[in-house]
Protein backbone atom coordinates (compact mmCIF):
# COMPACT_ATOMS: atom_id res chain seq x y z
CA UNK A 1 0.00 0.00 0.00
CA UNK A 2 1.41 3.64 -0.58
CA UNK A 3 0.76 5.83 2.45
CA UNK A 4 1.63 9.32 2.17
CA UNK A 5 4.21 8.98 5.38
CA UNK A 6 5.66 6.15 3.69
CA UNK A 7 6.41 8.18 0.22
CA UNK A 8 7.42 11.30 2.29
CA UNK A 9 9.36 9.02 4.96
CA UNK A 10 11.29 7.15 1.72
CA UNK A 11 12.15 10.95 -0.01
CA UNK A 12 13.06 12.36 3.18
CA UNK A 13 15.59 9.17 3.67
CA UNK A 14 17.01 9.87 -0.07
CA UNK A 15 17.92 12.97 0.90
CA UNK A 16 19.99 11.97 4.25
CA UNK A 17 21.57 9.12 3.59
CA UNK A 18 24.68 8.69 1.94
CA UNK A 19 25.38 9.00 -2.42
CA UNK A 20 22.52 7.33 -4.59
CA UNK A 21 20.97 5.30 -2.08
CA UNK A 22 17.61 6.82 -3.00
CA UNK A 23 14.94 3.64 -2.04
CA UNK A 24 14.25 2.02 0.84
CA UNK A 25 12.24 -1.25 2.04
CA UNK A 26 10.64 -0.46 5.40
CA UNK A 27 10.49 -3.32 8.26
CA UNK A 28 9.65 -3.64 11.99
CA UNK A 29 13.32 -3.58 13.23
CA UNK A 30 16.87 -3.76 12.45
CA UNK A 31 17.13 -7.76 12.39
CA UNK A 32 14.71 -7.77 9.83
CA UNK A 33 16.77 -5.48 8.13
CA UNK A 34 19.40 -6.85 7.72
CA UNK A 35 17.29 -10.52 7.16
CA UNK A 36 16.00 -8.38 4.02
CA UNK A 37 19.42 -6.89 2.84
CA UNK A 38 20.90 -10.75 2.68
CA UNK A 39 17.33 -11.73 0.54
CA UNK A 40 17.99 -8.19 -1.43
CA UNK A 41 21.97 -8.98 -2.22
CA UNK A 42 21.33 -12.63 -2.82
CA UNK A 43 18.70 -12.20 -5.61
CA UNK A 44 20.47 -9.14 -7.12
CA UNK A 45 24.27 -10.94 -7.21
CA UNK A 46 22.46 -14.56 -8.07
CA UNK A 47 25.29 -15.37 -5.43
CA UNK A 48 24.84 -16.99 -2.43
CA UNK A 49 27.83 -16.64 0.52
CA UNK A 50 27.46 -13.52 3.31
CA UNK A 51 31.31 -12.19 4.64
CA UNK A 52 30.56 -10.89 8.49
CA UNK A 53 33.01 -10.18 11.02
CA UNK A 54 33.28 -12.03 14.51
CA UNK A 55 32.91 -8.46 16.22
CA UNK A 56 29.69 -8.34 15.62
CA UNK A 57 25.94 -7.56 16.09
CA UNK A 58 23.16 -7.74 13.46
CA UNK A 59 20.04 -8.85 15.42
CA UNK A 60 18.42 -12.15 17.27
CA UNK A 61 16.45 -13.68 14.39
CA UNK A 62 17.59 -16.66 12.64
CA UNK A 63 19.15 -14.95 9.50
CA UNK A 64 20.69 -12.53 11.68
CA UNK A 65 22.04 -14.32 14.44
CA UNK A 66 23.82 -16.24 12.22
CA UNK A 67 25.61 -13.12 10.54
CA UNK A 68 26.07 -12.21 13.91
CA UNK A 69 29.32 -13.09 15.03
CA UNK A 70 29.75 -12.26 18.42
CA UNK A 71 28.51 -15.12 21.24
CA UNK A 72 25.08 -14.86 20.74
CA UNK A 73 25.09 -16.65 17.96
CA UNK A 74 26.68 -19.79 19.78
CA UNK A 75 23.04 -21.14 20.67
CA UNK A 76 21.58 -20.47 17.57
CA UNK A 77 24.34 -22.21 15.34
CA UNK A 78 24.33 -24.01 12.88
CA UNK A 79 22.06 -21.20 11.26
CA UNK A 80 21.18 -20.20 8.28
CA UNK A 81 24.10 -21.60 5.20
CA UNK A 82 26.75 -19.07 3.63
CA UNK A 83 27.92 -17.37 6.09
CA UNK A 84 31.74 -16.44 6.48
CA UNK A 85 33.43 -14.73 9.22
CA UNK A 86 36.59 -12.37 8.73
CA UNK A 87 38.13 -11.01 11.67
CA UNK A 88 37.95 -7.64 12.68
CA UNK A 89 40.96 -5.20 12.56
CA UNK A 90 40.64 -5.02 16.55
CA UNK A 91 41.97 -8.31 18.44
CA UNK A 92 40.89 -6.96 22.24
CA UNK A 93 42.69 -5.11 24.67
CA UNK A 94 45.89 -7.61 24.88
CA UNK A 95 45.98 -7.69 21.14
CA UNK A 96 45.40 -4.46 20.33
CA UNK A 97 44.74 -3.51 16.12
CA UNK A 98 45.86 -4.04 12.86
CA UNK A 99 47.35 -1.62 10.65
CA UNK A 100 45.07 -0.80 7.89
CA UNK A 101 47.55 -2.85 5.20
CA UNK A 102 47.17 -5.65 7.27
CA UNK A 103 43.05 -6.02 7.83
CA UNK A 104 41.68 -5.54 4.21
CA UNK A 105 44.88 -7.93 3.19
CA UNK A 106 43.19 -10.92 5.20
CA UNK A 107 39.61 -9.79 4.22
CA UNK A 108 41.23 -10.61 0.65
CA UNK A 109 42.96 -13.56 1.35
CA UNK A 110 39.62 -14.92 2.62
CA UNK A 111 37.75 -13.68 -0.59
CA UNK A 112 40.46 -15.42 -2.57
CA UNK A 113 40.12 -18.66 -0.61
CA UNK A 114 36.09 -18.63 -0.83
CA UNK A 115 35.78 -17.43 -4.57
CA UNK A 116 34.23 -14.23 -5.08
CA UNK A 117 32.47 -15.38 -7.52
CA UNK A 118 30.18 -16.94 -4.49
CA UNK A 119 29.87 -14.08 -2.37
CA UNK A 120 27.10 -11.60 -2.70
CA UNK A 121 27.55 -9.16 0.06
CA UNK A 122 30.21 -7.94 3.19
CA UNK A 123 27.86 -7.07 6.05
CA UNK A 124 29.86 -4.68 8.70
CA UNK A 125 29.28 -2.19 11.32
CA UNK A 126 30.91 1.00 9.79
CA UNK A 127 31.35 1.54 13.36
CA UNK A 128 31.07 -1.43 15.54
CA UNK A 129 28.63 -1.31 18.61
CA UNK A 130 27.73 -3.57 20.83
CA UNK A 131 31.37 -5.84 20.66
CA UNK A 132 33.26 -2.47 21.52
CA UNK A 133 32.86 0.45 19.83
CA UNK A 134 35.38 -0.04 17.58
CA UNK A 135 36.25 2.72 15.33
CA UNK A 136 38.35 1.70 12.31
CA UNK A 137 41.63 3.20 11.67
CA UNK A 138 40.84 5.75 8.67
CA UNK A 139 41.49 3.99 5.23
CA UNK A 140 39.31 0.61 6.52
CA UNK A 141 36.57 1.78 5.30
CA UNK A 142 37.27 2.66 1.65
CA UNK A 143 39.88 -0.40 1.72
CA UNK A 144 36.42 -2.23 2.52
CA UNK A 145 34.50 -0.30 0.05
CA UNK A 146 37.34 -0.88 -3.14
CA UNK A 147 37.92 -4.36 -2.21
CA UNK A 148 33.82 -5.12 -2.48
CA UNK A 149 33.78 -3.17 -6.10
CA UNK A 150 36.18 -5.09 -7.13
CA UNK A 151 34.73 -8.45 -6.84
CA UNK A 152 31.13 -7.42 -7.32
CA UNK A 153 30.39 -7.68 -3.49
CA UNK A 154 27.43 -5.53 -2.27
CA UNK A 155 28.34 -3.22 0.73
CA UNK A 156 26.31 -3.73 3.47
CA UNK A 157 26.88 -1.13 5.78
CA UNK A 158 24.79 -2.13 9.67
CA UNK A 159 23.52 1.58 11.19
CA UNK A 160 21.11 0.25 13.46
CA UNK A 161 23.43 1.42 16.19
CA UNK A 162 25.68 3.97 14.92
CA UNK A 163 23.06 6.11 12.05
CA UNK A 164 20.81 8.91 13.15
CA UNK A 165 23.43 11.22 14.75
CA UNK A 166 24.91 8.67 17.22
CA UNK A 167 28.53 9.28 15.52
CA UNK A 168 28.18 12.96 14.52
CA UNK A 169 27.03 12.62 11.16
CA UNK A 170 23.71 11.15 9.95
CA UNK A 171 25.70 7.52 9.00
CA UNK A 172 28.47 6.70 10.81
CA UNK A 173 29.89 5.77 6.69
CA UNK A 174 29.87 9.94 6.22
CA UNK A 175 33.07 10.23 8.20
CA UNK A 176 34.72 8.10 5.92
CA UNK A 177 32.72 9.65 2.66
CA UNK A 178 31.71 6.28 1.88
CA UNK A 179 28.71 4.67 0.23
CA UNK A 180 27.37 1.52 0.70
CA UNK A 181 25.10 -0.66 -1.53
CA UNK A 182 23.05 -1.55 1.15
CA UNK A 183 22.47 0.04 3.98
CA UNK A 184 19.98 -0.71 7.34
CA UNK A 185 18.78 1.15 10.00
CA UNK A 186 16.31 1.21 13.08
CA UNK A 187 16.43 2.41 16.56
CA UNK A 188 17.22 5.95 15.86
CA UNK A 189 15.18 5.93 13.16
CA UNK A 190 11.47 6.62 15.14
CA UNK A 191 14.65 6.95 18.32
CA UNK A 192 12.94 3.81 19.33
CA UNK A 193 9.37 4.86 20.13
CA UNK A 194 7.90 3.06 17.47
CA UNK A 195 8.92 0.10 15.85
CA UNK A 196 10.78 0.73 12.13
CA UNK A 197 13.37 -0.52 10.18
CA UNK A 198 14.53 -0.01 6.87
CA UNK A 199 17.09 -1.06 4.39
CA UNK A 200 18.03 1.54 1.74
CA UNK A 201 19.34 0.54 -1.75
CA UNK A 202 21.52 2.10 -4.48
CA UNK A 203 19.58 3.33 -7.32
CA UNK A 204 21.13 0.64 -9.60
CA UNK A 205 19.92 -2.13 -6.96
CA UNK A 206 16.44 -0.54 -6.69
CA UNK A 207 15.73 -0.68 -10.35
CA UNK A 208 16.90 -4.56 -11.01
CA UNK A 209 13.73 -4.88 -8.91
CA UNK A 210 11.58 -2.80 -11.21
CA UNK A 211 10.68 -5.39 -13.27
CA UNK A 212 11.56 -8.77 -10.94
CA UNK A 213 9.60 -9.54 -7.54
CA UNK A 214 11.41 -9.10 -4.29
CA UNK A 215 9.74 -11.87 -2.50
CA UNK A 216 9.61 -9.77 0.70
CA UNK A 217 7.24 -7.76 3.28
CA UNK A 218 5.75 -8.48 6.50
CA UNK A 219 1.74 -7.97 7.23
CA UNK A 220 3.09 -4.61 9.37
CA UNK A 221 6.00 -3.33 6.98
CA UNK A 222 5.98 0.24 6.36
CA UNK A 223 3.14 0.64 8.93
CA UNK A 224 2.11 4.17 8.82
CA UNK A 225 2.18 4.77 12.46
CA UNK A 226 6.03 4.14 11.98
CA UNK A 227 6.35 6.19 9.23
CA UNK A 228 4.81 9.17 10.76
CA UNK A 229 7.30 8.14 13.85
CA UNK A 230 10.26 8.19 11.92
CA UNK A 231 9.02 11.28 9.98
CA UNK A 232 8.38 13.23 13.12
CA UNK A 233 11.77 11.86 14.86
CA UNK A 234 13.78 13.32 12.16
CA UNK A 235 12.37 16.64 11.99
CA UNK A 236 13.48 17.01 15.91
CA UNK A 237 16.94 15.47 15.19
CA UNK A 238 16.85 18.87 12.53
CA UNK A 239 14.91 21.34 14.56
CA UNK A 240 16.72 20.67 17.74
CA UNK A 241 20.43 20.43 15.80
CA UNK A 242 21.27 16.97 17.28
CA UNK A 243 24.00 16.48 15.02
CA UNK A 244 25.56 19.62 15.92
CA UNK A 245 24.95 18.87 19.81
CA UNK A 246 26.44 15.45 19.16
CA UNK A 247 29.60 16.91 18.16
CA UNK A 248 29.99 19.50 20.85
CA UNK A 249 29.11 16.95 23.65
CA UNK A 250 31.24 14.24 21.61
CA UNK A 251 34.05 16.81 21.75
CA UNK A 252 33.45 17.06 25.20
CA UNK A 253 32.91 13.46 26.04
CA UNK A 254 36.64 12.70 24.22
CA UNK A 255 38.09 14.96 27.04
CA UNK A 256 36.14 13.45 29.65
CA UNK A 257 37.35 9.90 28.45
CA UNK A 258 41.13 10.76 28.19
CA UNK A 259 40.34 12.30 31.91
CA UNK A 260 39.68 8.82 33.20
CA UNK A 261 42.04 7.12 30.98
CA UNK A 262 45.15 9.47 33.09
CA UNK A 263 43.58 9.06 36.29
CA UNK A 264 42.55 5.72 36.73
CA UNK A 265 45.30 2.44 35.90
CA UNK A 266 42.32 0.29 35.75
CA UNK A 267 41.46 2.34 32.24
CA UNK A 268 43.15 0.49 29.45
CA UNK A 269 41.68 1.77 26.65
CA UNK A 270 39.05 4.51 26.10
CA UNK A 271 37.10 5.08 22.17
CA UNK A 272 34.49 7.61 21.03
CA UNK A 273 33.27 9.07 18.14
CA UNK A 274 30.51 11.56 18.22
CA UNK A 275 28.34 10.79 21.79
CA UNK A 276 29.20 6.96 20.91
CA UNK A 277 31.99 5.53 23.70
CA UNK A 278 33.67 3.30 25.26
CA UNK A 279 35.98 2.33 28.65
CA UNK A 280 37.72 -0.89 28.58
CA UNK A 281 39.25 -2.18 32.34
CA UNK A 282 42.03 -3.54 32.49
CA UNK A 283 43.46 -5.43 36.14
CA UNK A 284 47.36 -5.25 34.67
CA UNK A 285 48.60 -2.58 33.00
CA UNK A 286 51.82 -4.13 31.48
CA UNK A 287 50.10 -6.99 30.32
CA UNK A 288 46.51 -5.26 29.63
CA UNK A 289 44.79 -8.40 31.16
CA UNK A 290 41.38 -7.74 30.75
CA UNK A 291 39.26 -6.92 33.76
CA UNK A 292 36.97 -9.80 32.72
CA UNK A 293 37.47 -12.06 30.35
CA UNK A 294 35.94 -12.59 27.01
CA UNK A 295 32.36 -13.35 27.45
CA UNK A 296 32.44 -13.31 31.02
CA UNK A 297 32.57 -10.81 33.69
CA UNK A 298 33.83 -10.52 37.43
CA UNK A 299 33.52 -9.52 40.49
CA UNK A 300 34.33 -6.05 39.92
CA UNK A 301 32.64 -5.47 36.73
CA UNK A 302 29.53 -6.86 38.32
CA UNK A 303 29.97 -4.71 41.36
CA UNK A 304 30.60 -1.79 38.66
CA UNK A 305 27.39 -2.06 37.20
CA UNK A 306 25.45 -2.03 40.66
CA UNK A 307 27.16 0.88 41.35
CA UNK A 308 26.33 2.73 38.50
CA UNK A 309 22.72 1.70 39.04
CA UNK A 310 22.42 2.52 42.40
CA UNK A 311 23.59 5.89 41.11
CA UNK A 312 21.07 6.21 38.76
CA UNK A 313 23.51 6.19 35.59
CA UNK A 314 21.78 3.40 33.43
CA UNK A 315 24.44 2.31 30.94
CA UNK A 316 25.92 -1.17 29.57
CA UNK A 317 28.08 -3.11 31.31
CA UNK A 318 29.68 -5.91 29.45
CA UNK A 319 32.46 -8.17 29.68
CA UNK A 320 35.23 -5.96 30.75
CA UNK A 321 33.68 -3.01 29.09
CA UNK A 322 31.01 0.03 29.97
CA UNK A 323 29.56 2.15 27.38
CA UNK A 324 29.25 6.01 27.20
CA UNK A 325 26.06 6.51 24.77
CA UNK A 326 23.66 9.55 26.04
CA UNK A 327 21.42 10.71 24.61
CA UNK A 328 21.76 13.05 21.48
CA UNK A 329 20.22 15.68 23.72
CA UNK A 330 22.41 15.80 26.85
CA UNK A 331 23.53 18.99 28.11
CA UNK A 332 27.50 19.34 29.33
CA UNK A 333 26.29 19.79 32.91
CA UNK A 334 24.47 16.06 32.31
CA UNK A 335 27.51 14.80 30.44
CA UNK A 336 29.47 16.15 33.32
CA UNK A 337 27.34 14.91 35.72
CA UNK A 338 27.40 11.37 34.79
CA UNK A 339 31.53 11.44 34.80
CA UNK A 340 31.83 12.47 38.30
CA UNK A 341 29.67 9.27 38.85
CA UNK A 342 31.84 6.70 36.50
CA UNK A 343 34.78 8.73 38.31
CA UNK A 344 33.88 7.61 41.60
CA UNK A 345 33.18 3.72 40.74
CA UNK A 346 36.46 3.59 38.52
CA UNK A 347 38.32 4.17 42.60
CA UNK A 348 36.29 1.15 43.62
CA UNK A 349 37.96 -0.80 39.98
CA UNK A 350 41.60 0.45 39.94
CA UNK A 351 41.92 -1.09 43.91
CA UNK A 352 42.31 -4.41 41.80
CA UNK A 353 44.37 -3.53 39.34
CA UNK A 354 48.09 -5.90 40.05
CA UNK A 355 50.73 -4.73 38.34
C1 LIG B 1 24.30 -3.13 14.93
C2 LIG B 1 22.97 -3.74 15.19
N1 LIG B 1 22.33 -4.37 14.19
C3 LIG B 1 21.12 -4.92 14.34
C4 LIG B 1 20.48 -4.89 15.57
C5 LIG B 1 19.14 -5.53 15.71
O1 LIG B 1 18.13 -4.58 15.75
P1 LIG B 1 16.70 -4.95 16.36
O2 LIG B 1 16.92 -5.23 17.82
O3 LIG B 1 15.86 -3.72 16.10
O4 LIG B 1 16.18 -6.15 15.64
C6 LIG B 1 21.10 -4.25 16.64
C7 LIG B 1 20.43 -4.20 17.96
O5 LIG B 1 21.03 -4.01 18.99
C8 LIG B 1 22.38 -3.68 16.45
O6 LIG B 1 23.04 -3.07 17.47
Known sequence: MATEPRARLGAKLAEITPGDIDTFFFTNGGAEANEN??????????????????????GATAGSISLTGDPRRWAAEPGIP??????????????????????????????QLEGP??????????????????????????????????????????????????????FAVDHWKVVPDLISMAKGLTSSYLPLGAVGMRHHIAQHFQDKVFYGGLTYNSHPMGCAAALATIRVYEEDRLL???????AVMKGLLRDLQSRHPSVGAVRSIGL?????????????????????????????GRFFREQ????????????????????????????????????????????
Not at 124 to 145: A, S
Not at 244 to 250: L, P, S, Y
Open 117 to 170: QTIAAFILEPVTGTNGILVPPDGYLPGVREICKKHGILMVADEVMSGFGRTGEW
Open 37 to 58: AVKIARFFTGRHKILARYRSYH
Open 244 to 250: ENTRKMG
Open 82 to 111: GVIRVFDPYHGIERGWDSVEQALANIEEVI
Open 312 to 355: GLYTFVRWNTFFTNPPLCITEKELREAFAIIDRGLDATDKAVLD
Open 276 to 304: FGIVELVRNRRTREPMAPFNGSSEEMTAL
